[in-house]
C-alpha cells in the first residue's frame, strides 16, 4: 500500500511538472549541476613535418613534434581566435634553424593546416598554412586568399593559372579536392592539395575565405 501511495505522488508530481517546468526558465543544465561545463566550441590543427623532427607549440605550449614521412600532428582542440604558432625544428646545434612563428586565427569547427621545412633560415625554408575564416557575404563555395613574401608568383588551380601573388577572393567550388602550384622564377615550385577529401567535410567551409600563405624555397646561386 505504501508503495503504491509512492508511485502515485511521483505520477503527480510528473505532471505537474509538464504544466510548469522551473528548468524551462532556469539556466539548468544536468552538465553544471554535477559541476561539469560543456566544452567550448572548438577547432584543431594539423601540422606536417616535410623534413626532420618539428616540436609545435601553441600561444607558447607545447603540444607534441610532428616528423617526416610521418602521419601529421593532429591538436583536436584548439579554442576559436588568434592563436601564435610556433614551430622549432629539433637539432643538436643551436641556432641551425629558422624557427617559425606566426599569429593565425582559428574559427570553431575548422581545422587550421600546416605543412612545412624548417631550413637555415627563412629564405631556405618552405611550406603552406591554410585556415578559413567566416565571410560576411552569403555564397556556395569558398573564396581563396592566396599570399606569399614572393609578389606576383603564378597561382594555379588543377594546372590552370588563376593569378598572382597576392590573391584576392578567387571564387573557388567544393565539389573536389583541388591542387595548388605556386611557381616564382628562382624558387622551388610548391604543389599541394586544397580543401578536405569528402565532401562531408568540404560542406563544412562552404561560405567561409579560404586564407592560404606560401612561403618558397629560395634556389641557391651558382657560383663558377
Known amino acids: 500500500m505504501a508503495k503504491s501511495f509512492r508511485i502515485l505522488i511521483l505520477l503527480l508530481i510528473a505532471v505537474v511538472c509538464a504544466v510548469w517546468s522551473p528548468w524551462n526558465y532556469w539556466n539548468f543544465s544536468i552538465t553544471r549541476l554535477f559541476g561539469i561545463e560543456p566544452p567550448p566550441e572548438i577547432g584543431g590543427l594539423q601540422v606536417t613535418s616535410l623534413a626532420g623532427e618539428v616540436e609545435v607549440f601553441v ?14 600532428l593532429i591538436i583536436p582542440a584548439v579554442e576559436p581566435g588568434e592563436r601564435q604558432i610556433t614551430l622549432k625544428r629539433a637539432s643538436t646545434v643551436i641556432g641551425a634553424y629558422w624557427e617559425f612563428n606566426r599569429l593565425v586565427k582559428f574559427e570553431s569547427g575548422v581545422d587550421v593546416i600546416i605543412s612545412y621545412e624548417l631550413g ?83 560542406d563544412k567551409i562552404s561560405g567561409f575565405d579560404l586564407n592560404v600563405t606560401v612561403d618558397l624555397f629560395l634556389q641557391p646561386i651558382t657560383v663558377r
Open 120 to 202: 637555415p633560415s627563412q629564405d631556405f625554408s618552405e611550406g603552406h598554412v591554410i585556415f578559413a575564416t567566416k565571410s560576411a557575404d552569403k555564397f556556395e563555395g569558398v573564396k581563396l586568399n592566396l599570399d606569399s613574401p614572393v609578389a606576383g608568383a603564378a597561382v594555379f588551380l588543377d594546372d590552370v593559372e588563376i593569378g598572382q601573388t597576392p590573391l584576392r577572393a578567387k571564387s573557388i567550388s567544393i565539389d573536389k579536392q583541388h591542387t595548388i602550384k605556386v611557381v616564382a622564377e628562382g624558387y622551388e615550385t610548391q604543389e599541394f592539395k586544397l580543401l578536405p577529401e569528402d565532401q562531408t567535410n568540404r
Open 59 to 72: 600561444d607558447g605550449i607545447s603540444q607534441g613534434k610532428a616528423v617526416a614521412e610521418q602521419a601529421p
